[in-house]
C-alpha cells in the first residue's frame, strides 16, 4: 500500500515550484491531487481546480466541488503565496495587504472552510506553507518575514483549537529552496548565494522534492500524532 493511498487532497498553488512537485509526490504516493492554481494548467494524474485563493467564494465554491465529488477532503496543503524582496524602508501598505490577503488571510479561510468538511468525515490534515525567514527573520524580507510568522502563529492556534475534531494542522517552514522563482529573485537583487549556501549546515541549497516528501510524511497516517508542528526543511539553518 501507498503512503498515501487513496488520500483526497488539494494542494494550492501547483501550477509552478514547490506547489508542482508536492503534487507530482502525492500522486506518485498514491494520493486523488486536486491541484489548484490561478491559471489553466495541467499535471499528470492530477485534477486541475482553478480559483483564486483570495476570493472566499471561489475558494468556498472549489471546496465544495471536490466534496461532492469525492465525499471527504482528507487533506489541504496551503501552499499558494506571494513574496517580494523589499528593505523595511520601501515596504508599502499595497504590498503588505496583497501579501497578507494571500499568505495569511486566505490560509485562515481555507482552514475555516475545510476543516467543517473534515469534521464531517471525522478529521483530517492541514499543511500551511511557512518560511525559515518567519522563524528567523531576514534583512530585506521584513514584510514576507512577518506573513509567515503569521502561519506559523495561527499553524500552532488552529492545531489546539481543530484537534478535539481529529483535525491535525502543521506547517512547513523551508529554508533556501532551487526554485525559478528563487533564482529570478537572486539574480534581480545580485545578492552572493555562495555566502547564502555557507551558512547552511548541510552545504546545499534545498530542493522542491526536500520540502515534497516533508509534505508527504506530514499527510499520511504515519504523522497521525503529531500536530502544531513547524517542520523546517532547511538544512540546519536555524540552529
Do not use: W
Not at 471525522?122 to 534583512?139: C, E, F, L, R
Amino acid at each position: 500500500m501507498k503512503l498515501l493511498e487513496n488520500k483526497v487532497v488539494l494542494i494550492t498553488g501547483a501550477g509552478r515550484g514547490i506547489g508542482r512537485v508536492i503534487a507530482d509526490q502525492f500522486i506518485s504516493d498514491g494520493a486523488i491531487v486536486y491541484a489548484n492554481d490561478l491559471n489553466e494548467f495541467e499535471i499528470d494524474g492530477a485534477r486541475t481546480i482553478c480559483f483564486d485563493v483570495t476570493d472566499s467564494n471561489a475558494l468556498k465554491a472549489g471546496l465544495m466541488s471536490i466534496y461532492k465529488a469525492e465525499g471527504r477532503i482528507d487533506c489541504v496543503v496551503n501552499n499558494a503565496a506571494v513574496i517580494a524582496n523589499q528593505k523595511l524602508g520601501m515596504v508599502t501598505k499595497q504590498l503588505l495587504e496583497k501579501m497578507y490577503q494571500v499568505n495569511v488571510f486566505a490560509v485562515i479561510d481555507m482552514i475555516q472552510t475545510v476543516s467543517r468538511l473534515m469534521a464531517r468525515n471525522g478529521g483530517g490534515n492541514i499543511i500551511n506553507m511557512a518560511s525559515v525567514t518567519g522563524v528567523v527573520g531576514s534583512p530585506g524580507q521584513v514584510a514576507y518575514s512577518a506573513s509567515k510568522g503569521a502561519v506559523i502563529a495561527l499553524t500552532k492556534s488552529a492545531a489546539k483549537e481543530l484537534a478535539p475534531q481529529g483535525i491535525r494542522v502543521n506547517a512547513i517552514a523551508p529554508g533556501i529552496i532551487k526554485t525559478e522563482r528563487f533564482e529570478e529573485l537572486y539574480e534581480a537583487s545580485g545578492d552572493k548565494i555562495d555566502q547564502r549556501i555557507g551558512r547552511i549546515a548541510l552545504g546545499r541549497l534545498g530542493t522542491p522534492q526536500d520540502v515534497a516528501f516533508a509534505a508527504a510524511f506530514l499527510a499520511s497516517d504515519r504523522a497521525s500524532y503529531i500536530s502544531g508542528h513547524i517542520l523546517g526543511v532547511d538544512g540546519c539553518a536555524t540552529i
